[in-house]
């Protein structure tokens, strides 16, 4: 597609339940990232994907977050059993290549509120 | 580890003013520093980036210059419009990887 396409863009889920956030990247962007912007705040790393090489999990806040990313495309960030400080926006990136001189494009993000 | 300190907000101007949204950064070695924008129901969006000491990053009337001796990346335009309303982020990248980190936006609001 044209951008980065981010679905749901808003989820209302109740506290415990396992949640899906789904990101189409840009064709061709062998980079995706996720990010989580929860309020007042700025922007957190949480995974990033490059190619076909092992993923950096190194900013997902717990084991009950995780991510994969099917074909080098799409990818699904899950969330297990949320809690009330998940509600945040979930924002996912795409991009040409590792290098940052390629920059990033961002999809709209996905809003969850966990009640 | 790295991080990115932005003025709080929100900032509220009139039409053709003078804009500033300051940014300084903790980094180890030596980042390359951006400025996203995230307009009203919209993704961010790189506005400019600088890669190295002295550079100026320049895109649609705003500047940044990238200062080492003071960790500094503000974010300037002389005459701001009613379509800079957004949130802006200042961010900076590792050197050894592709990871941004932000700061935590400044909301603008510029009145006709």
């Known amino acids: 597609g044209a951008g980065v396409s981010q679905s749901p863009s808003n989820k209302v889920t109740e506290k415990g339940k396992d949640v899906e956030l789904r990101c189409d990247p840009i064709s061709g962007h062998t980079a995706l990232y996720w990010y989580r912007q929860s309020l007042g705040q700025g922007l957190e790393f949480l995974i990033y994907?490059?190619?076909?090489?092992?993923?950096?999990k190194s900013g997902l806040p717990s084991d009950r977050f995780s991510a994969e990313r099917t074909g080098g495309s799409v990818s699904t960030l899950t969330i297990q059993r949320t809690q009330q400080e998940d509600s945040a926006v979930y924002l996912c990136?795409?991009?040409?290549?590792?290098?940052?001189?390629?920059?990033?494009?961002f999809g709209s993000g996905t809003r969850l509120t966990v009640v | 580890g790295d991080s990115v300190t932005q003025m709080e907000g929100p900032v509220t101007l009139s039409e053709e003013a003078f804009l500033t949204i300051n940014c300084t950064y903790t980094?180890?070695?030596?980042?390359?520093l951006f400025w996203y924008v995230q307009y009203p129901g919209e993704g961010l969006q790189l506005l400019l980036k600088a890669t190295k000491a002295d550079d100026k990053g320049s895109n649609k009337g705003f500047e940044a210059t990238y200062r080492k001796e003071t960790t500094s990346f503000h974010l300037e335009k002389g005459s701001v419009q009613v379509s800079d309303s957004a949130v802006y982020f200042c961010a900076l990248a590792e050197t050894s990887g592709s990871r941004l980190t932000f700061g935590e936006g400044t909301q603008l609001t510029v009145n006709p």
């Open positions: 990136a795409s991009s040409l290549g590792a290098s940052l001189n390629y920059g990033y494009t």
């Open positions: 994907f490059q190619g076909n090489s092992a993923p950096d």
């Open positions: 980094a180890t070695g030596y980042p390359s």
